[in-house]
């Protein structure tokens, strides 16, 4: 018996050709696939939010192929820049949003109804840092002013509704001053500039406190204290009601459902492996997936942005006056 081993050239030549077609063609694919997906950063890269935001990003990349996400920072315009940014291609892109997100859509610069949550980062555990006030006493301590000049990043925001909250309790007049951002606000203000409260990073406090000894911190703007000075109580201690400083990244309702739905699973895997410990020490954020019961993208912000929305309409002649 015979076996014919023998293979014609041409017929091995085809197949590694074909096989070798194959395997271009497929990693052809593979690298088309990665399709990139623009997150229109609201804040500057300055800001204690842009590094824990960049590692979530990082991390998502890491852990698939088929989208690829970056970062442009757009800020200014209280939110609305990015948000306009991003609606030039809504297939691709994406942007964070913060509480001025309702004031701006009550005002007419933006619908409310084009954009849907797709991630939530979290609240900031940010202190009321004023020069004129006792940290002891608290927010307290404000009783008896005639007027405090604010400085934020827009009307309506969580820092100017916060200083009308005080000031309905107190008697004191306000007077918010726009800034691209509260940290440009408490520079001015550990300056001598006519700056009285600001919403800001514990961490930064202590840092400008050392320059102006009259800085102090009335209260911490979330549901717990901060670590690093357990001795200020929160604003809910002191028996106040706030609006959070929240943040959550948006899509134009244009992007498909079934992309959505991918893109948040995958940034919100990508936030849990950040980290609860890194998000409070790179940025006071308090981020959801780790509270307990744990709120879903869409439940935070639907949640957050009806607090705001109840907010700025009790204080709507207040928030119209201060433009």
């Given at each position: ?12 030549i085809?197949?590694?050709k ?6 271009l063609?497929?990693l052809?694919f593979?690298?088309?696939?990665a399709?990139?997906?623009t997150i229109?950063?609201?804040?500057g890269p300055?800001q204690p939010?842009a590094a824990?935001y960049?590692?979530m ?9 088929k ?6 920072f ?6 609305v820049?990015s948000?306009k940014?991003?609606?030039?291609s809504p ?11 309702v004031?701006n859509a ?8 084009d954009?849907t949550?797709?991630a939530?980062?979290?609240?900031a555990?940010?202190?009321?840092i004023?020069n004129i006030g006792d940290t ?5 301590s ?7 000049t ?6 309506g925001?969580a820092?100017?509704?916060t ?5 309905e309790?107190?008697?004191f007049k306000?007077?918010y ?19 009285n409260f ?6 930064n406090?202590?840092i400008?406190?050392?320059k102006n000894?009259?800085l102090?911190?009335?209260?911490i703007?979330?549901?717990?204290r ?8 929160t604003?809910?201690e ?11 990244t ?8 079934s ?6 699973a995958i940034l919100?895997?990508?936030?849990a492996?950040v980290?609860?410990k890194?998000l ?9 997936q780790?509270n307990?019961?744990r709120l ?23 928030i119209?006056?201060?433009?």
């Open positions: 018996m015979y076996f014919n081993l023998y293979v014609q050239p041409t017929n091995l085809g197949k590694m074909r096989f070798l077609l194959a395997t063609t497929a052809s593979s690298v088309q696939a399709e990139t997906i229109m950063f609201g804040a300055s939010t824990p960049r590692k990003l990082e991390i998502a990349n890491d852990m698939q192929k989208y690829n996400f970056i970062m442009e757009k800020p200014g315009g209280n939110g820049i948000l940014t991003m609606d030039l297939e691709n892109r994406l942007a964070t949003v913060a509480p001025a997100f004031e009550k005002v007419g610069l933006i619908n409310e109804a954009y949550p797709v939530t980062q979290g609240d555990c940010w202190a009321i004023t002891k006493k608290g927010v307290a404000l009783k008896g002013q005639k007027e405090i604010v400085g934020g990043t827009g009307f925001n820092a100017h509704i200083s009308l909250i005080l000031g309790e107190y008697g306000v007077r001053i726009v800034y691209k951002a509260n940290f440009d606000a408490l520079v001015n203000m550990a300056g001598g500039e006519n700056i600001v919403l800001e990073r514990v961490s406090y202590k400008f406190k050392a000894p009259k102090q911190i009335l209260g703007n979330c549901n717990q901060n670590e690093t000075m357990p001795e200020v109580r604003l809910k002191q028996g106040f009601s706030t609006p959070t400083i929240f943040m959550s948006v899509a134009n309702v244009k992007m498909p459902e992309k959505r739905n991918e893109i948040t919100e895997e990508a936030q492996k980290g609860q890194y409070l020490e790179m940025a006071d954020l308090n981020p959801p780790f307990k019961p879903s993208v869409s439940e935070f912000f639907d949640h957050r942005v009806l607090q705001m929305k109840v907010y700025t309409h009790r204080y709507e002649r207040q119209n006056e201060s433009r």
